[in-house]
Structures are given as structure tokens and as C-alpha cells.
């Protein structure tokens, strides 16, 4: 039985304006992501994989249209409304793991957590339990330098779970990283979408890692020109390589 | 090298290597925060909040050759405003009017600098009375002042600034009662004074000299020097050094008794063909007169200012503030620079310098703010955490700059050697600290509004476009 869309995009349009030019990013889109689906978004650059999923994560709002995610329509709140919400809401993966390089490995993923009313002893507990799932426990004093990107990656993952958040994005989660890191990362985020039910939507260019998603999504010019259901079985190997 | 290049670059070099060891504690002060925070980190209901002020900590320790310069820079601006300020307030005080135990001042009227005739001491020592029901100043109220000064140096040629020693020639005595300042000296230097007035009321030739001014003459307590007479040309005093007066206020300056002077005034016609010395008629320069109140002191010039024995020439009596006000009209231009100019322009490079630094730091940070706003934080939040690094670094530099400065100039150099009027040095202002606080505080924050208000403003998807 499918499960009731998570995500939900309506007619969804956005077109940034570069002097007087208009440059059309997405046209009249629709799209509606189960919950528990871990999503790939593909295609060439400047095709609007990652200006869809800023919109969803609530990092920007659309020209025209309708993004709704749960029961929050994402596309009518404010500033400081789709703050709040995307603390609660949306675990962000980078590719470059944007991770503050000041702070441990702990304390990266200590951070959004400040922002709910949480005490010291809940916080360490979510904390500790997120560095646990992506296995890095014994790294959680060091600095992101003295890290490697895979691990970081990982820290940037365990930043991403640790509110429980409803829906998960990574924009290019293994642009930077070898092919065995990335088979970890990789690993991991199918792990969590199966373990924990998440809804994952991931933006990539490499084929080799959209084959891990159970759905692809091609974009070009904006608009959505092939949906690849079920590329891989939940939780299995992939079955288009 | 001597003279002012060479106290330049001593000045430049003691604030520079002040300056570079208040790092030190610029260092700790930060290390031990953070441990703080860290702590306070686990601990509700400040957990929270010791986290976001931590983030401030460890932002402002990333860089730290940034935040040292910035740092350093805002401390040496401090420490000038500091001491500028301390002299400002210090003439305020002087020249602000006493309603009660204030001091007046008697001066020939009409002539700077003032030359009485000696015989004017002993009346208006009294204040004037002339009939019952007038007011008559005690003996412990009152004292008189002569100057004389002179070189070290016989030879025309020898004689400079460095081997000159100027004397208030007075009644001892009077220097534990009446100088400005006794109330400032600690109970042992107040007991050695003590002790040098016994000496000099029982020997004439005794003088104290300001420890400042004896470092410059090489000159030693227990030495005898003979002074040749600048003012009062052809008379020149053998001195036994027999105590030293604190630095700063009174450390460029000597007292002698006055009869001392005095004899070798009348002395000087035995020796000069009968002739008396040019300023025996005029060797009174001030008579220092202590009343209870205002009304008191209206009483007390009205009687010198009417009396018909003080005509020729005649004299003013005014409060010590007015009087001293009058001699700083010289120094008017001066005072009204660094008030106006001088201070203000040092608060603006102040903020001019957190802005750049501040400024630099949010440039390379976008990506930091971009993430901060992604994980849900509200731009007042980042806006909160930029002006809280630059309120970190400002109120420490201050503060540490103040404080300093207060120990360093006040302990051990005795006063900043600024001389203005008769003030030959100024001490840092007790308020000094909270001035520093505040000054590094404010100003901080100001230079940090329109970095802190570009951080805030940072487009998450614009620096993700750029960055990914």
C-alpha cells in the first residue's frame, strides 16, 4: 500500500532575475514524495535539482505554486516561521559537510538542538544516540580538521538526525568524497531511510549513487522529464547499476 | 640620544610592550571562558545560552592573530583615551568650586606671575581683619608661597631643563596641612614627610625634592647640592637633600623653608654694595588661605579686597578653582582639543577598527552564517553572536587596558608625565576601569552594528549557489 505524500509540490515555479533577465529555474513542477521514500533528484547543472530542493527544505520560497511538507504549507510562512520550522522539520546533508570548524564533532551536532527547549541531559542523550547511528562516538571531541571528509560527512549526518526531523535533503552528499567513503555514506542514508522510516531526498549527479534511492527524478529546464520508480528494493541492493 | 625623540620612543615602546604582555592575559581570560562555558554548558537552565556565548569565545579564538591585533589596537586607543580623560577629569576637579572647606587663593591683581611684597605674608595670612567681628584665619589655615629656582650647573653653558629644580619656599609645617594632595600619600610616606619637616624647621638648608626630579638630576637623599639662582640672579643656595617627595604630583618639584630664602634676600645688599636684590620687595607670589564655607570665603576677600594696606600693588582673592582656572586659560586651546578633537577622533578609529576586523571576519564566515540560518537560526540570532564576539573583544581590551594602565602609570611611573600649568603629572583617574569597560564596550558594538547587520542578512540559497 503507498503511503500518503509527505511532500507535496504544486504547480511550483521559480525564476531568479539577473539584471532584467529572467531566468526561468522551475516551470509548473509537480511532484508528491510517500513518506519513507529516499528520492534522488538528477540531472544536468543549472536543470533546478538544487533550487527544488531548497524550496522544499524551506530554504527559499517559490515564484508561484504551492510546496507543502506534512501539514505545513512551506511556501506561505515567513522568515523566522520557516526557521522555526526547519529546526524541527529538515536534517540537511552538504556536500562539502559545512561543518563549523571551531566546534567538535559534538558540538556540530549539539547545534540545532539548541534552538528547541531541550535540557542539557536530553540533549546529550539525542546527541550521543545520532554520533552512535552514523559510528563515530570515538570522534566526537576532534575538530572537523582532524577528520576525514568521510567522517565529516558522517558528523554531517548525525547533525541532520538529531531533532528526528520529518524529511532529510542532501545536495550531493558524496561530491567530495572517494568511491569508498561514498559507498558509506551511501550505506548509511539507506540504512537510516530504512531503520528509521526517513524520508530522504537527495540531489546527485553520479548515477552510481541515485541507484541507491528507490526513485529518481530527472530535471531539465526546469521541468520534470523522467520518474524512475523504485530503483532499488527498500533497505536492498540496487537494481539498476 | 635624550630630549623628546627619546622619551617618544620610550612612551611608544613601553605602550607597545604593555600592550604585548596584556596579551597574555587577553589569552587566558578567553581559554579560561571557554572552560567556563563549556561547563555552564551541561548545566540548566544556563545551557543554553553558555553554548551561544561559547560559539562567541571559540569564533574569536579561531583567528587569533585577527583578534590579537584587534585587540591590541583597541587597548593602546583605550589606554590614550584613558589618560586623556584622566587629565581632563583631574583639571575638572581642580577648577570645579567647593561649597564647603575650599581653598582661596591670593595674587597680585593685576600682574602674571604674581610678585607681592613680603611684607603682605603675615596679614593676609590672617585674612586681613581690621576690626571686631572679621574673620581671622588660623595658623594651620593658611600658608604662603615664594619660588625659587635655579640650576645644579654653575656654568651658563651646563645649564639645562635636566639640572634645573624649581622649590616652593614655605613654613614646612605647612606642607602637612595645607599642599593639595597630602590626603592622596600612603601612612608610611606621610610618616617620612613628617619627619623631613622636623629636619627642615630645625635646619634651613634642609630641602625635600620630587623623586622624579632628583632621577633627573642624578642627585641622591643625603647629597648637598648648591643651586644657582635662576629667578633671583646672584643668589645661590647650598641644600642638604633630606627626604623625597612621592612621583607623580609633587615628583618634579622641591619645597624649602622660607626663611631660608628670606635671610638670603636680606643678606644680598652686604654682599652687593647695599643693593638690594631686584625682587626683595616682590618675593610673595601666593598666599593660600583655607575657609570653612562660601560665605566664609566672600567674607574673607571682601576684607583683603577693601583692606587699604594691600594697594600698592594690589591683590585678588579668588577660590582655588577660579585662580587655577585662570592660569589654565593658557592651556585653554590645548584642554579644548583633547576634549573635542582628540578623544572623540580616537573613538571613532576605535570603532573603525572593530568594524574592519569584524568586517573581515563575517566576509569569510558567510557560509558559517548560511549554515547557522539553514539549522533554523533567527537572524537576530547571528546578528546577536556578531556583536557578542566584538562585545567580547571590546570589553576585555578595555578593561584589561584600563586596569593596566591605572597600575602601571599610577604604581610605578606616578602619574603620566603630561605637565600642564603647575601640574607637572596627572594620575590615572580611580574610575578609570569602567571608563576603559565602557569605552571598549561601546564602541565595539558600534563598530560591529553594520557587520553584524550584513551577517544577519546573509541569502542562505545565494552563498550555497556560490559554494556548492
Redesign the interface.
Known amino acids: 500500500m503507498a503511503s500518503e505524500p509527505i511532500v507535496r509540490c504544486i504547480q511550483v515555479s521559480k525564476s531568479f532575475h539577473r539584471g532584467s533577465e529572467e531566468i526561468q529555474v522551475l516551470q509548473s513542477l509537480n511532484l508528491e514524495v510517500p513518506e519513507g521514500q529516499f528520492l534522488a533528484l538528477m540531472g544536468p547543472s543549472g536543470s533546478g535539482k538544487t533550487t527544488l530542493l531548497n524550496l522544499i527544505a524551506g530554504l527559499d520560497r517559490p515564484t508561484t505554486g504551492t510546496i507543502q511538507v506534512g501539514p505545513d504549507v512551506v511556501s506561505s510562512m515567513s522568515e523566522s516561521e520557516l526557521a522555526r520550522w526547519r529546526t524541527r522539520h529538515v536534517g540537511f546533508v552538504f556536500q562539502f559537510y559545512h561543518l563549523l570548524s571551531v566546534l567538535t564533532a559534538y558540538e556540530n551536532v549539539e547545534l540545532p538542538l539548541l534552538l528547541l527547549p531541550l535540557s542539557a541531559a536530553r540533549r546529550r542523550e539525542q546527541v550521543l544516540t545520532a554520533l552512535e547511528l552514523v559510528g563515530l562516538t570515538d570522534r566526537m571531541h576532534h575538530r572537523p580538521g582532524q577528520l576525514s571528509g568521510g567522517q565529516q560527512q558522517r558528523v554531517g549526518i548525525a547533525r541532520a538526525i538529531v531533532t528526528n526531523p520529518t524529511l532529510i535533503v542532501a545536495d550531493e552528499p558524496t561530491g567530495d568524497l572517494d568511491a569508498r567513503s561514498a559507498e558509506e555514506i551511501l550505506n548509511l542514508l539507506t540504512e537510516l531511510q530504512a531503520s528509521l522510516n526517513k524520508t530522504i531526498i537527495m540531489v546527485t549527479h553520479d548515477p552510481r549513487a541515485a541507484s541507491r534511492a528507490q526513485r529518481i527524478l530527472h530535471l531539465e529546464k526546469g521541468q520534470l522529464v523522467e520518474d524512475t520508480g523504485a530503483a532499488m528494493t527498500p533497505g536492498g541492493a540496487a537494481a539498476a547499476s | 640620544m635624550s630630549g623628546y625623540p627619546f622619551y617618544f620612543l620610550v612612551t611608544i615602546g613601553s605602550v607597545i610592550g604593555l600592550a604585548a604582555a596584556a596579551l597574555v592575559p587577553f589569552y587566558l581570560l578567553l581559554v579560561a571562558g571557554d572552560f567556563v562555558l563549556n561547563r555552564l ?4 537552565p544556563f ?2 545560552a553558555a ?2 556565548v561559547g ?1 562567541m569565545v ?2 574569536l ?2 583567528n587569533m592573530l585577527r583578534t590579537s591585533l584587534a585587540y591590541l589596537a583597541i587597548f593602546v586607543l583605550v589606554l590614550v583615551v584613558v589618560g586623556v580623560w584622566s587629565i581632563l577629569a583631574f583639571l575638572d576637579l581642580v577648577t570645579a568650586e567647593k561649597s564647603r572647606d575650599l581653598k582661596a587663593i591670593v595674587t597680585e591683581r593685576w600682574q602674571i606671575p604674581s610678585q607681592m611684597p613680603y611684607a603682605y605674608a603675615y596679614p593676609l595670612s590672617q585674612g586681613a581683619p581690621e576690626k571686631e567681628g572679621d574673620i581671622v584665619i588660623g595658623p594651620d589655615d593658611s600658608m604662603t608661597w615664594q619660588f625659587y629656582g635655579g640650576y645644579t650647573e654653575r656654568e651658563r653653558e651646563k645649564q639645562t631643563r635636566d639640572n634645573l629644580v624649581f622649590f616652593f619656599a614655605m613654613e614646612p609645617r605647612k606642607v602637612l596641612t595645607m599642599m593639595d594632595g597630602i590626603e592622596e600619600l600612603t601612612p608610611e610616606q606621610l610618616r617620612q614627610l613628617a619627619q623631613a619637616v622636623e629636619i627642615m624647621e630645625k635646619d634651613k638648608t634642609a630641602v625635600v625634592i620630587g623623586a622624579d626630579r632628583l632621577a633627573t638630576l642624578n642627585k641622591r637623599v643625603g647629597e648637598t647640592i648648591t643651586v644657582y639662582g635662576l629667578n633671583y640672579r646672584g643668589i645661590d643656595l647650598e641644600m642638604k637633600i633630606i627626604g623625597e617627595l612621592p612621583k607623580g604630583r609633587w615628583g618634579q618639584i622641591g619645597i624649602m623653608n622660607r626663611d631660608y630664602l628670606n635671610d638670603a634676600i636680606d643678606a644680598y645688599p652686604a654682599r652687593h654694595r647695599g643693593q638690594k636684590h631686584p625682587l626683595a620687595d616682590r618675593s610673595l607670589n601666593l598666599v593660600w588661605l583655607r575657609v570653612p564655607d562660601t560665605e566664609a570665603f566672600k567674607k574673607v576677600a571682601n576684607q583683603i579686597m577693601s583692606s587699604s594696606a594691600f594697594t600698592n600693588p594690589a591683590v585678588k582673592c579668588e577660590t582655588a578653582a577660579s585662580g587655577i582656572g585662570s592660569w589654565l586659560d593658557a592651556y585653554r586651546d590645548l584642554i579644548w582639543g583633547m576634549r573635542w578633537l582628540l578623544s572623540p577622533a580616537i573613538l571613532v578609529v576605535m570603532s573603525l577598527v572593530v568594524a574592519n576586523a569584524i568586517g573581515i571576519s563575517v566576509r569569510e564566515r558567510r ?2 552564517m548560511a ?9 537576530w540570532q547571528i546578528m546577536l553572536l556578531i556583536l557578542g564576539e566584538a562585545l567580547v573583544i571590546g570589553a576585555l581590551s578595555g578593561l584589561l587596558s584600563a586596569t593596566l594602565c591605572q597600575v602601571v602609570v599610577n604604581e610605578m611611573i606616578g602619574g603620566v608625565p603630561f605637565g600642564i600649568a603647575f601640574f607637572p603629572s596627572f594620575k590615572i583617574a580611580a574610575a578609570a576601569w569602567w571608563w576603559g569597560l565602557s569605552i571598549g564596550s561601546i564602541t565595539a558594538l558600534l563598530g560591529s552594528i553594520w557587520p553584524a547587520w550584513t551577517a544577519q542578512r546573509v541569502k ?2 545565494e552563498v ?2 556560490k ?2
Open positions: 554548558g551541561d548545566v540548566d545551557s543554553r553554548k551561544f560559539l571559540k569564533n579564538r579561531r557560509g558559517e549554515i547557522l540560518k539553514v539549522l533554523g537560526y533567527q537572524p542562505v540559497a550555497f549557489a559554494v556548492g
